[in-house]
């Protein structure tokens, strides 16, 4: 047993409308009835975010990791995944669009499963985005023979010895870290598992929107990282278990 059974992860960059809410959400759902460390990986924010941490940090206690250059969501996320101290980390990201009390129906199954995934039940996303994450998605478990609907999800419960074994690996899909992270703790033969959870609107501000040219770069890169993952995952398989590519 570690020091805390429960760590909250919440990656940050420029959240300062709702960062505080956010935090408080979950600390008062969850903080109050077990104990929890709460960290936050915060990635060179411009916009006074480190300040309010910093300030809400006399209120309840968290971990900062505060950063002073942009190290982008992969980094963000690696960082704050290293300093964990617990048997189990709950990960959300910090845009408020999830349900702090959804967390419970992960909780309940931490015993049976090593990782537990939350599926919105409806996203609360722009269409073009849910369209093309629908297809993405198709694409990977098509690919991997993955047991999971939306494996990218930012809200899940992990047991610590699936990021020790899989953390430092996870380095293709630099838009999506949790698609790999997911795939490849299922070709390890990690217990994953699926619940329906609550997907809402931003408390505040907007999703960022990427140009036409940008989300042709994005899925160019996408499906190179996904050709070096199955390329990397085969040369370990067994010949009657190889992927597509």
């Known amino acids: 047993m570690r020091d805390t059974e429960v760590s909250l992860l919440l990656p940050v960059h420029n959240e300062a409308e709702i960062i505080e809410r ?50 982008g969501y992969l980094g963000g996320v690696k960082d ?11 990960f959300t990201d910090s845009d408020g669009q999830h349900v702090a009390s959804d967390f419970w129906k992960l909780y309940e199954k931490r015993e049976d499963y090593d990782m537990i995934i939350g599926r919105k039940i409806r996203r609360s996303d722009p269409a073009h985005r849910v369209v093309i994450s629908k297809v993405f998605h198709l694409l990977v478990r098509t690919l991997f023979r993955l047991p999971i609907h939306d494996p990218d999800t930012a809200f899940r419960l992990i047991n610590v010895k699936v990021i020790d074994k899989v953390l430092e690996e996870t380095r293709f899909l630099e838009y999506s870290f949790w698609t790999e992270f997911t795939v490849r703790a299922h070709t390890k033969g990690f217990r994953l598992y699926e619940v329906p959870v609550i997907h809402k609107d931003r408390l505040k501000g907007s999703t960022r929107l990427y140009s036409s040219r940008k989300l042709i770069v994005i899925m160019i890169k996408q499906l190179i990282g996904l050709f070096r993952l199955s390329m990397e995952i085969n040369a370990r398989r067994p010949a009657n278990l190889k992927v597509l590519f």
Do not use: A, W
């Open 22 to 71: 956010t935090i408080l959400e979950f600390y008062n759902e969850i903080g109050t009835k077990i104990p929890l460390e709460i960290c936050v990986s915060e990635d060179g924010s411009t916009d006074g975010t480190k300040d309010i941490l910093l300030q809400l940090n006399e209120k309840i206690p968290l971990m900062l990791v505060l950063g002073e250059r942009r190290k």
């Open 80 to 90: 704050g995944l290293r300093k964990m101290h617990s048997d189990f980390v709950f």
